[in-house]
Protein backbone atom coordinates (compact mmCIF):
# COMPACT_ATOMS: atom_id res chain seq x y z
CA UNK A 1 0.00 0.00 0.00
CA UNK A 2 1.27 3.49 -0.79
CA UNK A 3 2.13 6.00 1.69
CA UNK A 4 0.13 9.35 1.73
CA UNK A 5 1.73 12.87 3.35
CA UNK A 6 -1.57 14.02 4.49
CA UNK A 7 -1.18 17.45 6.30
CA UNK A 8 -4.38 17.84 7.25
CA UNK A 9 -7.69 15.82 7.70
CA UNK A 10 -9.70 19.17 8.18
CA UNK A 11 -8.71 19.21 4.39
CA UNK A 12 -10.09 15.98 3.53
CA UNK A 13 -13.17 17.20 5.47
CA UNK A 14 -13.91 20.50 3.88
CA UNK A 15 -12.98 18.73 0.30
CA UNK A 16 -15.86 15.77 1.51
CA UNK A 17 -18.06 19.20 2.40
CA UNK A 18 -17.98 20.56 -1.01
CA UNK A 19 -18.09 17.96 -2.90
CA UNK A 20 -21.17 17.09 -0.87
CA UNK A 21 -22.94 20.90 -1.61
CA UNK A 22 -21.64 20.25 -5.30
CA UNK A 23 -23.73 17.55 -5.74
CA UNK A 24 -27.12 19.04 -4.12
CA UNK A 25 -26.52 22.30 -6.01
CA UNK A 26 -25.73 20.13 -9.31
CA UNK A 27 -29.17 18.09 -8.79
CA UNK A 28 -30.87 21.46 -8.47
CA UNK A 29 -29.15 22.40 -11.55
CA UNK A 30 -30.50 19.32 -13.44
CA UNK A 31 -33.88 19.52 -12.09
CA UNK A 32 -34.39 23.24 -12.67
CA UNK A 33 -33.28 22.68 -17.09
CA UNK A 34 -35.77 19.31 -16.89
CA UNK A 35 -38.53 21.49 -15.63
CA UNK A 36 -37.75 24.44 -17.72
CA UNK A 37 -37.34 22.28 -20.59
CA UNK A 38 -41.06 20.10 -19.43
CA UNK A 39 -42.25 23.98 -19.27
CA UNK A 40 -41.17 24.66 -23.04
CA UNK A 41 -42.70 21.82 -24.43
CA UNK A 42 -46.06 22.03 -22.26
CA UNK A 43 -46.09 25.71 -23.54
CA UNK A 44 -45.65 24.88 -27.30
CA UNK A 45 -48.24 22.41 -26.45
CA UNK A 46 -50.52 24.75 -24.70
CA UNK A 47 -50.31 27.14 -27.99
CA UNK A 48 -50.60 24.19 -30.42
CA UNK A 49 -54.16 23.28 -28.71
CA UNK A 50 -55.14 27.08 -28.58
CA UNK A 51 -54.43 27.17 -32.42
CA UNK A 52 -56.35 24.39 -33.28
CA UNK A 53 -59.45 25.56 -31.15
CA UNK A 54 -59.10 29.07 -33.04
CA UNK A 55 -59.02 26.97 -36.34
CA UNK A 56 -61.67 25.38 -35.72
CA UNK A 57 -63.45 28.56 -34.43
CA UNK A 58 -62.72 30.47 -38.07
CA UNK A 59 -64.06 27.54 -39.83
CA UNK A 60 -67.17 27.72 -38.07
CA UNK A 61 -66.75 31.72 -39.23
CA UNK A 62 -65.90 31.00 -43.00
CA UNK A 63 -68.81 28.47 -43.19
CA UNK A 64 -71.08 31.39 -41.58
CA UNK A 65 -69.91 33.91 -43.87
CA UNK A 66 -70.26 32.11 -47.10
CA UNK A 67 -74.14 31.04 -45.83
CA UNK A 68 -74.78 35.01 -45.29
CA UNK A 69 -73.17 35.73 -48.91
CA UNK A 70 -75.21 33.42 -50.87
CA UNK A 71 -78.68 34.08 -48.73
CA UNK A 72 -77.75 37.61 -49.23
CA UNK A 73 -76.98 37.10 -53.48
CA UNK A 74 -80.60 36.30 -54.18
CA UNK A 75 -82.14 38.44 -56.62
CA UNK A 76 -84.91 40.50 -55.41
CA UNK A 77 -88.65 40.84 -56.54
CA UNK A 78 -87.80 44.20 -58.44
CA UNK A 79 -84.86 42.43 -60.43
CA UNK A 80 -82.01 44.11 -58.68
CA UNK A 81 -79.11 42.14 -57.71
CA UNK A 82 -78.19 43.36 -54.14
CA UNK A 83 -75.29 44.59 -52.43
CA UNK A 84 -73.17 42.37 -51.17
CA UNK A 85 -70.17 43.69 -50.20
CA UNK A 86 -70.23 43.66 -46.45
CA UNK A 87 -71.29 39.73 -46.45
CA UNK A 88 -67.65 39.71 -49.16
CA UNK A 89 -65.35 41.43 -46.38
CA UNK A 90 -66.56 39.56 -43.61
CA UNK A 91 -65.58 36.56 -45.33
CA UNK A 92 -62.76 37.82 -46.77
CA UNK A 93 -61.64 38.37 -42.65
CA UNK A 94 -62.90 34.95 -41.76
CA UNK A 95 -60.48 33.21 -44.35
CA UNK A 96 -57.71 35.51 -43.14
CA UNK A 97 -58.27 34.98 -39.72
CA UNK A 98 -58.52 31.08 -40.72
CA UNK A 99 -55.02 31.52 -42.60
CA UNK A 100 -53.38 33.17 -39.84
CA UNK A 101 -54.66 30.30 -37.51
CA UNK A 102 -53.39 27.69 -39.41
CA UNK A 103 -50.05 29.55 -40.21
CA UNK A 104 -49.89 29.74 -36.55
CA UNK A 105 -50.81 25.93 -36.08
CA UNK A 106 -47.37 25.39 -38.34
CA UNK A 107 -45.35 27.52 -36.50
CA UNK A 108 -46.05 26.10 -33.17
CA UNK A 109 -45.38 22.49 -34.65
CA UNK A 110 -41.75 23.81 -36.29
CA UNK A 111 -40.81 24.94 -33.07
CA UNK A 112 -41.83 21.72 -31.27
CA UNK A 113 -39.84 19.78 -33.60
CA UNK A 114 -37.46 22.37 -33.68
CA UNK A 115 -37.33 21.99 -29.60
CA UNK A 116 -37.14 18.07 -29.40
CA UNK A 117 -34.17 18.20 -32.00
CA UNK A 118 -32.21 21.17 -29.39
CA UNK A 119 -32.87 19.66 -26.23
CA UNK A 120 -32.14 15.97 -27.69
CA UNK A 121 -28.76 17.55 -29.40
CA UNK A 122 -27.55 19.88 -26.51
CA UNK A 123 -29.13 18.11 -23.31
CA UNK A 124 -30.20 14.75 -22.99
CA UNK A 125 -26.96 13.12 -23.29
CA UNK A 126 -24.75 15.47 -21.42
CA UNK A 127 -27.96 15.99 -18.34
CA UNK A 128 -27.92 12.07 -18.23
CA UNK A 129 -24.69 11.59 -18.05
CA UNK A 130 -24.46 14.28 -15.37
CA UNK A 131 -27.20 12.40 -13.55
CA UNK A 132 -25.48 8.77 -13.26
CA UNK A 133 -22.92 10.68 -12.04
CA UNK A 134 -24.43 12.32 -9.45
CA UNK A 135 -26.29 9.72 -8.55
CA UNK A 136 -23.81 6.49 -8.86
CA UNK A 137 -20.46 7.67 -9.09
CA UNK A 138 -20.32 10.61 -6.55
CA UNK A 139 -22.15 8.79 -3.76
CA UNK A 140 -19.08 6.52 -4.17
CA UNK A 141 -16.18 8.45 -3.73
CA UNK A 142 -17.87 10.47 -1.24
CA UNK A 143 -18.31 7.23 0.73
CA UNK A 144 -14.81 6.38 -0.03
CA UNK A 145 -13.47 9.79 1.09
CA UNK A 146 -15.61 9.39 4.50
CA UNK A 147 -13.83 6.11 5.28
CA UNK A 148 -10.57 7.29 4.51
CA UNK A 149 -11.53 10.25 7.06
CA UNK A 150 -12.19 7.66 9.96
CA UNK A 151 -8.93 5.75 9.02
CA UNK A 152 -6.73 8.93 9.57
CA UNK A 153 -8.88 9.59 12.35
CA UNK A 154 -8.22 6.14 13.77
CA UNK A 155 -4.30 6.13 12.67
CA UNK A 156 -3.81 9.18 14.46
CA UNK A 157 -5.24 8.23 17.76
CA UNK A 158 -3.09 5.71 17.49
CA UNK A 159 -0.35 6.81 17.39
CA UNK A 160 -0.34 10.37 19.11
CA UNK A 161 -2.58 9.25 22.07
CA UNK A 162 -1.56 12.11 24.19
CA UNK A 163 -1.43 14.53 22.03
CA UNK A 164 -3.68 17.96 23.14
CA UNK A 165 -3.49 19.40 19.49
CA UNK A 166 -6.10 19.32 16.88
CA UNK A 167 -5.23 16.29 14.63
CA UNK A 168 -3.25 16.69 11.83
CA UNK A 169 -3.34 20.78 12.36
CA UNK A 170 0.47 21.15 12.62
CA UNK A 171 2.97 18.89 12.52
CA UNK A 172 4.71 18.04 15.81
CA UNK A 173 7.21 20.57 17.26
CA UNK A 174 11.17 19.60 17.24
CA UNK A 175 12.54 19.72 20.66
CA UNK A 176 14.75 22.74 21.58
CA UNK A 177 18.73 22.35 21.39
CA UNK A 178 19.97 22.63 24.96
CA UNK A 179 22.19 25.92 24.69
CA UNK A 180 25.16 25.69 26.71
CA UNK A 181 24.43 28.78 29.65
Known amino acids: MNAADVKSIEAIKELHTAVTEFRADAQDAIA ?66 LRYAHDKVDKVRLWQRRLAHAVSETWDGPGRQLAALLEAELPRGLALLERQIVSLERYLALTTPSSSSPAGDAPPAEPAAETPS
Open 32 to 97: SVDLTVRKAHDYLSDQLKFWQAAIRTSEEEVFQAKQELAQRKYVGFDGREPDTSVQEENLRRAQAK
